[in-house]
Every structure is written in structure tokens, then in C-alpha cells.
């Protein structure tokens, strides 16, 4: 059987609702799920929920109800997100199924065994909000930066994994494996990082400070820490230890925010899967965050912007096109009500809503409700297939380079040009004369709208997948699930029966 595409997002912490960052996080790799299965891919779309940890057994704790009923809710909340937001996955891994503690308990056991883990008394410096241990070095002017909360100086007994001896490997294969992290910026993060000697890493809890965890193999009074934990989920859902596990294997892409690159991602993970004997991910892809007003957007900073608010209100589609045409892959990006309501009235309503809005109305008053033929083609079509040109011929290349909010730029672009064009042409106009010549030309205008409105919806799919199925409903366009000959102008619709006029994007309704 070949090979898959493999992608996955960051499995989500079971310690408050979903935000923004989480929904970003889902349409952004939706959004590539979906364009490499118009490609051709076979994909396998991973996501999934983190919920072990000291956050979840206290607020379980506060709540005096079990930790798995705490994960539950929120489960059935994460995953309704990924529903309102037509997310494309096809498996979603939760941390305390038993497929996954088995997969765990096998590598910790593995590794174990080979030598690769020993156990440590570790006197040390403890953030209880990020269930870390801290060093003297991260301390900024003196105090440790709010994001640890308090810190408290513990003495433990532990298990710890041998990162050190696998550091010359890792800088290695990270300067020479330049395709590894995109962009390509962050590689120096990671090798700054190591840069100073690596630290074996902590992988155990002591039972009586952590009872919510998976527990090790060879010693019942732990459970193991967050990190090794929550990395395996990959390779967990890929089917490692079954025949399944080489045809997804090693994974494509793992899209995770670039707070999670280094250490876990790119330092941790990496040489876990060496230990193991597991081929590397082929690469990570890393997103920036959401901010508002210059702070992350999430629960520690109590700025929560729920997405789901605005799905419900303005349908998934318009929030998976403001969130990808805002975003610059790999950059942060400003959230604010207003430039999404700019954006849903400029882009949406306006130019793409008005734009099948008044096809429609046409092709029903003009031509019967149905696409004319194209019968001539004179300067106002040529510069419209010439704008199609290029715009056509980047769209590809464009998404292949997760430069979404360019591709959604140039398909705008080319929706106003469509835009202009019926100013020009001004099919109403065309239609008060009885000259045979202005008929030919208000056909054709008609015929060339609806020709350019199809092929500016391909490359919106994967974007907007709901909105683009309707509007090639409404003007008689086929569905497609493969891109090959999708972006070529023709005369596909000829003939093809338009919708009755539709209000794609309604103005939301004002508040009295
Ligand atoms: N559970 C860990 C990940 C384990 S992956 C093996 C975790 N969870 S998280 O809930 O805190 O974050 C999940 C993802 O959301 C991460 O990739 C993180 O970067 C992303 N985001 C969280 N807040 C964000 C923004 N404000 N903006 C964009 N994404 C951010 O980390």
C-alpha cells in the first residue's frame, strides 16, 4: 500500500475551552488536508486532545468530579469545534484512550531497556503552571517570567532521558536537513537553543505530586510527564507497532504554533524517535500567534476570543477566510472584531457576494436562467483571461508554499477584475439594445462572469470549502475532488442552469 500524507496538528490541552489559536491552528491545517487531496494525495488528517497533567487533576480536583470527566467535556467541546469549523480530520486522538497508553507504556519500556533512561535524585526549580522543571538561565532581570507562575524549589526522585549524548546528532541533522522547519527562520531558534549543553530531560512524575498520568512500565510509582507523553500521540495514531504504522510513517507535516518548537518539537521529539530507531518527521510547519493587542491570545493571559462566537455567527467559511487571508504562515497576526467585520463586508459581501448576487439576477432576467454561450472576444475578455493568466498560474505554487494569505490576495484580485469587467461590459446596459452585436456581447458578458466565478472559486476550496460548493451549485458547476484541469478557462458552463439569486454573506444584523 503507498505511502500517505500524513499531517497532524498539536494535540490541544485539556485545561479550558478553545480559543482562537486552536480553531487558527485546525483551519490552517485543514486548509493544506484538503489541497493535497486535490492533488492527488491520500491524506490522513490527524488531531486530537492532550489530558494528562497537574492543570487537569486540579481542576478536577476544584470541581471534585474525576479528571476523565473533565477531559470528556472537554472533548465533546474540541471536537464540536472542529465540526462548526468543517475540519477534515480523519482520527482524533485523545491521550487517555488505551490505544495510546499502550503505545506509550511500549516506548517508555523500549527505551528503558536499551539503557536510555535512569533513574535520578533532581533537585530543581519547579513551575507548577507549566509542569516544568527551571533553570537559573531563564530567569529574566533577576525573577522568573510570569508565564511559569509560581516557581517552587523541590527535591525528587525521578526518571530522566538521555537527550545529551544525541546532540551533536541533532545540530547535525538540523543544518543539514534544511527543509526540516518551515520557515526556514526558526532553524536558528533550534540551534541557538544548541547551543548551550543539553540537560537530560525529567520524564517522570512521583505518583503522590501526580496521579494523572500514564503510569511507567517499570515503576508503578510514577506516571510519566506531560512531553513524552503528549509527542507520542503521532505516532500512536499512526499505527506504530502495526502493519498500518509504514503507510503513514514517517509524518509529513506537523503543524504546531512556535511556542512548542523548541525544546519539545524540535529538540525533544527528534531524539526520542532517534532512541527509538523511528525515521524524523519530514517537517514541522510553524505558525505564529494570534495577538491582541501585542499578548498571546489564551487562557493565562484572560484574553479568550472564542472563534466559536463568530462561526456562529458569520458561518465557518467566513472565519476560515479571515483567519488565512490575515495570517501570514509563520508570522504573528493582529486580532480585532473590527478588521474582521472589514474584511467580511469588503472582500465577502461585497466583491465575491455581489459578484454571484448579480450574476445570477442577470443570467435569470437576460437569459433565461441559464449560462449563454461566449461568442466573441474583444479587449474587455482578453485582459480578464490575461489577468486568469497569471493569477492562475500561481495559485499552486502559492499554496504548495503556504503563502495562503497571497493566494487569497490574488484571488480577489482577480474576483475585482471580474468586477470591473462587468462594469465595462455593463450587461444591463448591453440588454435595452436590440443590435445584434450588443446581444452577442451581453452572452458573452454573461457567459465570461460566470466562467471567471468558477475558476476563482477552485483555489478557494480548500479555504472555503462550503461557500465554493455552493456557488458552483448555483452556477452549474461540477464538484471536483482532483485539481488537474480545474484551472484551465473553457467554456465548462454553457448551457448549465443558474440558481435563483442567493445572499451569500447577509449583512449581520445591527444591534438596536
Ligand atoms: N498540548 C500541547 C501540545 C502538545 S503537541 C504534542 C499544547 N497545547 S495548547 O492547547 O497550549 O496549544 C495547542 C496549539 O495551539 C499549539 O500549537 C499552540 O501553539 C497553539 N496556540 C495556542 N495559542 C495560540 C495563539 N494565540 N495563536 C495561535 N496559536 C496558538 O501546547
Avoid at 546532540?167 to 527562520?185: A, H, S
Avoid at 485582459?383 to 484571488?411: C, M, N, S, V, Y
Avoid at 465548462?492 to 449581520?508: D, M, N, S, V, Y
Wanted: proline letters at 4%.
Amino acid at each position: 500500500m503507498s505511502k500517505k500524507f500524513y499531517i497532524t496538528t498539536a494535540i490541544d490541552y485539556a485545561n479550558g475551552s478553545p480559543h482562537l489559536g486552536h480553531a487558527y491552528e485546525k483551519v490552517l491545517t485543514d486548509i493544506v488536508a484538503r489541497f493535497r487531496r486535490l492533488m492527488g494525495d491520500e491524506v490522513k488528517f490527524l488531531t486530537g486532545l492532550d489530558e494528562h497533567g497537574q492543570k487537569v487533576q486540579m481542576s478536577a480536583q476544584k470541581e471534585g468530579v474525576a479528571p476523565i470527566e473533565v477531559c470528556d467535556r472537554l472533548a465533546t467541546e474540541f471536537q464540536g469545534l472542529c465540526t462548526a469549523l468543517h475540519i477534515s480530520n480523519d482520527d482524533y486522538i485523545r491521550t487517555t484512550q488505551d490505544r495510546h497508553k499502550a503505545a506509550v507504556q511500549d516506548i517508555l519500556q523500549k527505551l528503558y531497556d536499551k539503557g536510555e533512561i535512569y533513574k535520578a535524585d533532581y533537585n530543581g526549580f519547579y513551575s507548577v503552571r507549566q509542569e516544568q522543571f527551571v533553570t537559573e538561565k531563564e530567569k529574566v532581570d533577576g525573577k522568573w517570567p510570569e508565564i511559569y507562575g509560581d516557581v517552587v524549589e523541590v527535591t525528587e526522585s525521578n526518571y530522566f532521558f538521555k537527550l545529551a549524548q544525541y546532540q551533536d546528532w541533532l545540530v547535525d541533522t538540523i543544518k543539514t536537513n534544511e527543509q526540516m522547519i518551515y520557515p526556514r527562520f526558526r532553524s536558528a531558534d533550534v540551534l541557538q537553543f544548541l547551543k548551550e549543553p543539553l540537560n537530560d530531560l525529567c520524564i517522570s512524575r512521583p505518583k503522590e505530586r501526580l496521579e494523572w498520568g500514564i503510569e511507567l512500565p517499570f515503576d508503578s510509582d510514577f506516571v510519566t510527564y506531560v512531553w513524552f507523553d503528549a509527542l507520542t500521540n503521532y505516532i500512536t495514531a499512526a499505527g506504530y507497532g502495526t502493519d498500518e504504522f509504514e503507510q503513514h510513517w514517517p509524518a509529513d507535516y506537523h503543524v504546531i504554533g512556535k511556542d512548542i518548537l523548541v525544546p519539545p518539537h524540535a529538540v525533544y521529539w527528534p531524539i526520542m524517535l532517534k532512541a527509538l530507531g523511528i525515521e524524523l518527521p519530514k517537517h514541522f510547519l510553524v505558525h505564529g500567534w494570534w495577538l491582541s493587542s501585542g499578548s498571546k491570545m489564551s487562557k493565562s493571559t484572560g484574553e479568550v476570543v472564542n472563534p466559536l462566537d463568530l462561526i456562529d455567527q458569520f458561518g465557518a467559511d467566513a472565519f476560515r477566510y479571515f483567519v488565512t487571508r490575515e495570517m501570514n504562515v509563520g508570522q504573528d497576526s493582529e486580532f480585532s472584531i473590527e478588521l474582521f467585520m472589514s474584511r467580511y463586508n469588503s472582500d465577502l459581501a461585497n466583491d465575491l457576494g455581489n459578484l454571484v448576487s448579480r450574476l445570477l439576477n442577470m443570467g435569470g432576467r437576460y437569459a433565461e436562467g441559464k449560462v449563454p454561450a461566449a461568442e466573441i472576444e474583444d479587449t474587455p475578455e482578453k485582459e480578464l483571461k490575461a489577468l486568469w493568466a497569471t493569477t492562475g498560474a500561481e495559485l499552486i505554487p502559492l499554496f504548495e508554499d503556504f503563502q495562503f494569505h497571497k493566494a487569497l490576495d490574488r484571488i480577489f484580485t482577480f474576483v475585482s477584475g471580474i468586477n470591473r469587467y462587468a462594469e465595462t461590459r455593463a450587461p444591463w446596459k448591453l440588454a435595452k439594445s436590440e443590435a445584434a452585436a450588443d446581444q452577442a456581447a451581453l452572452r458573452t458578458s454573461l457567459a465570461t462572469m460566470a466562467e471567471a466565478l468558477r475558476l476563482a472559486v477552485v483555489m478557494l476550496t480548500p479555504v472555503m470549502p462550503e461557500i465554493s460548493n455552493k456557488i458552483r451549485g448555483l452556477i452549474g458547476a461540477d464538484d471536483f475532488d482532483r485539481l488537474e484541469g480545474q484551472l484551465e478557462w473553457g467554456n465548462t458552463l454553457e448551457g448549465k442552469a443558474l440558481g435563483e439569486k442567493a445572499i451569500l454573506f447577509p449583512r449581520p444584523e445591527r444591534k438596536a
